[in-house]
Nanobody, 125 residues
Framework: QVQLVESGGGLVPSGGSLRLSCEAS????????IAWFRQAPGKEREGVSC????????WFADSVKGRFTIASDSAKNTVYLQMNSLKPEDTAVYYC??????????????????WGTGTLVTVSS
């Protein structure tokens, strides 16, 4: 019953905004680091952002700093990625993932315990 479900992807013009949701079931997001990764065609999956809600630690890739924010809603057991000032380079499938760790965000592809199946974000020119 452990599951991560992403939603909120879609088509958006350059400069626009989207909010992605990652809803967890079977575990509490408060006990895990929740990270967002993305993968564009022909590219490796890369870390985008992470939140450790128990400690308040957040992390952002340099490419999205100042444009993206991340937040956790423990009541809904959901983590959100707010994406602003979107660029065509942000086009990718976005995945959320969970690592059983407190006080840290490792954002390591090989270290994550659970993965969602992704939501597609397309930013038009």
């Amino acid at each position: 019953q452990v599951q991560l479900v992403e939603s909120g992807g879609g088509l958006v013009p350059s400069g626009g905004s989207l909010r992605l949701s990652c809803e967890a079931s079977g575990f509490s997001v408060n006990n895990y680091a929740i990270a967002w990764f993305r993968q564009a065609p022909g590219k490796e999956r890369e870390g985008v952002s992470c939140i450790s809600s128990s400690s308040g630690i957040t992390w952002f890739a340099d490419s999205v700093k100042g444009r993206f924010t991340i937040a956790s809603d423990s009541a809904k057991n959901t983590v959100y990625l707010q994406m602003n000032s979107l660029k065509p380079e942000d086009t990718a499938v976005y995945y959320c993932a969970a690592e059983y760790v407190n006080y840290e965000c490792h954002v390591n592809y090989y270290g994550m315990d659970y993965w969602g199946t992704g939501t597609l974000v397309t930013v038009s020119s």
